[in-house]
């Protein structure tokens, strides 16, 4: 199988904002793994957003996604997955094949899930994915030297978009569901915030995650939206 490595390392006082030209693919295997592991460095004072388009799983294929970020003290990021099992859209289930998933901020907050096509306990559960085919992780992190940052206004501002998102969907559901969208974020750990969510359409979870990062831009950062022009592609 095919092995895609990377060590990205964003310097002191330093600020990058780091996205795909397209979507990550992992396409049907004859029994090798393919495998994605990227290591994420963020220095003193240093800021990161880890921001790919989504990551397709393909029928059959058997992928392996590692994240995992090195944070300083005086450091902080954000970043997302968004992991869509195989393309209803265009007919194509996931109905073979696993992915195992790696999601790590070093120290703080570590995150492992396996997902087998047919493992239908967890796949349509509504104490796994409730039948869903595309879900979201988006994390907000920040070093021990951090401590002027809100956790609660960070949270806070994250379930109103979430709640906004949630009332949309429910206004134009698509056909069968009950819930186009579900989604929660927690406090993992001190200085780390998860974003969690589920759906059956890439779209609604892409804007939901834009709209979250926005308003974390602004409470963590007072920053305004600035968005790739890659993405309006």
Known sequence: GD???????VGVGSHALLTTPGATRFYRSGGAWARQHIELQVQEGARLEWL??????????????????????????MGWDLV??????SRAGFDTGMLHQHLQVKGRWLERATIRADDTRLRQSRLGLVGCTVMATFWCAWGHEHAEVDA???????????????????????PGELLPLHAGVTQAQ?????????????????????????????SLWSLEDHEPRVWSG
């Open 52 to 77: 790919p388009l989504e990551t397709i799983i393909y029928n059959g294929a058997l992928a392996q996604n590692h994240v995992s970020v090195a944070l300083a003290g005086s450091g902080s990021m």
């Open 190 to 218: 001190p200085g780390v915030l998860v974003l969690r969510a589920l759906g059956q359409h890439r779209e609604v979870l892409w804007a939901l995650l834009r709209d979250v990062r926005r308003a974390w831009r602004r």
């Open 84 to 89: 869509c099992l195989g393309l209803p859209a």
């Open 152 to 174: 609660d206004l960070l949270l806070n501002v994250a379930r109103d978009v979430v709640a906004q998102h949630q009332a949309a969907a429910q206004e134009h559901p698509g």
């Open 3 to 9: 092995t895609l490595q990377a060590t990205i390392n």
